[in-house]
């Protein structure tokens, strides 16, 4: 097969997996070494969805000996497959990276033969790169699991960052949808690496110059949102655990796709994007704003509101907290306030250290007014301007319908701002020259 050839399959194939991200690693410039992963490299390109854009993202092989119902390269499925060899994806990434197409690499793989032979190539293939080419660049490597882990701590030692897809949110749903995949396989390897990863801060924190680094850039995960009736909760409950056992750096939620042909294990319809952008925001509350699992869902109400986000939701039911003195409440209660970041909260405990903010202070700050305006007072005068009960706030905030199919909509994942082919494309007019 051609090397052309090769590229569309697999990088249109990569295209699935949304934990690309690549933030956190400080890899420098080397006298002898080509490309960073510093502030000229690949850690602050991204799309406006927040996926990563400059990676060449592609897998080493579409071949598998799994049969999971959801994914495309289920090996009961009639489509292409191809493979490189360590030695012929290390030098395209050297050619895209030469060519300046991409700035470091994300590399995925299917399963052949077995997890340890695949996890054995992908490591050859990151050996190469780092010790032939001397590439300093980000990889984001995905670990096998079910490998030896003996490969994933040696490959953990020469990237950047590295993933585990847990995929389904439950056991149920692995065993429904992926039956020869199960939880400990999946779970084990993400332990290990968290182990690893801590040891290797501490020791760095004792001495910098000897401390050995391992996935510098953190660990992630991705799960498959609706392909499964797992709920929100169910989901959520299950990102904050990742957090707080395995010190994962992002949880990565993606929406169901259709794509393999239709099976009765599988929903007729994809879920909306809409959800998956929910379960952003409510990520986002447990990671920076200090919100837990049970205060954004609970038995009685098991999947977020789509009309409204997360914080809005949690506000409208808690009217009670509410209205803030924005010139007297600590950080946390700030927080919550719907309207107020992280960045809008911190500014404006500064700034009132200098003397009392008015309304108007608030909108040069950064504050959301047209939602926190129900929410806050301002040297004791309230702004919203309705009386704030629950019903009358929710007319006002609720977000229409359309906007799931307007504002809300997200970059296609087969869209060319999204995935390699661009870059493929251009390189076919040279392609003599890999």
Not at 73 to 87: L, V, W
Not at 143 to 152: F, Q, T, W
Not at 167 to 187: D, M, V
Not at 199 to 209: P, Y
């Amino acid at each position: 097969m051609e090397l052309l050839d090769k590229i569309r399959i697999l990088s249109t194939a990569a295209k699935y997996d949304a934990s690309c991200a690549s933030s956190g690693s400080t890899r420098g410039s080397a006298s002898q070494g080509m490309g960073s992963t510093l502030t000229s490299g690949i850690c602050h390109s991204w799309s406006d969805d927040g996926r990563c854009i400059s990676l060449l993202k592609i897998l080493f092989t579409n071949e598998c000996i799994y049969n999971c119902a959801y994914c495309v390269n289920r090996c009961s499925n009639d489509i292409p497959r191809a493979s490189f060899s360590p030695e012929e994806l290390a030098d395209l990434t050297i050619s895209f990276y030469k060519r300046n197409y991409i700035e470091g690499l994300f590399l995925s793989s299917s399963i052949l033969r077995n997890p340890s032979h695949t996890m054995e190539l992908l490591l050859r293939t990151v050996k190469l790169l780092r010790t032939q080419y001397h590439f300093n660049g980000y990889i984001h490597l995905k670990a096998i699991p079910g490998a030896d882990y003996s490969l994933i701590q040696e490959a953990g030692a020469l990237v950047d960052r590295m993933s585990v897809n847990i995929e389904l949110p439950s056991s149920r749903g692995l065993r429904l949808l992926a039956p020869q995949k199960n939880k400990q396989s999946i779970l084990e390897p993400m332990h290990r690496i968290g182990q690893g990863i801590a040891e290797s801060q501490a020791e760095g924190r004792h001495s910098k110059s000897k401390a050995p680094m391992f996935v510098p850039a953190g660990q992630s995960t991705q799960l498959i949102v609706g392909a499964t009736p797992d709920s929100d909760l169910t989901i959520m409950t299950l990102a904050s655990s990742l957090y707080r056992s395995f010190g994962l750096k992002r949880v990565y939620y993606s929406a169901y796709m259709p794509v393999t042909q239709h099976s009765a294990l599988l929903p007729v319809a994809k879920p909306p994007l809409l959800r998956e952008h929910r379960l952003y925001q409510a990520d986002w509350l447990l990671r920076f704003y200090g919100f837990g699992v049970n205060e954004l869902l609970d038995q009685g109400q098991r999947d977020l509101e789509l009309t409204v986000d997360p914080k809005v939701g949690w506000a409208l039911h808690h009217l009670d907290q509410f209205p803030v003195e924005i010139n007297k409440a600590d950080y946390w209660a700030l927080l919550r306030v719907p309207g107020l970041g992280v960045q809008s909260a911190k500014q404006i405990i500064a700034a009132r250290r200098m003397g009392s903010l008015s309304f108007a202070d608030l909108g040069k700050i950064g504050v959301v007014l047209k939602r926190a305006q129900y929410f806050i007072t301002c040297q004791g005068k309230y702004f919203g301007g309705i009386e704030p009960n629950e019903e009358r706030l929710r007319r006002r905030l609720e977000e229409k319908p359309d906007s799931a199919n307007g504002r809300w909509e997200q970059l296609s994942l087969f869209s060319q701002a999204a995935t390699v082919p661009t870059a493929v494309d251009r390189m076919s007019k040279i392609t003599g020259q890999l």
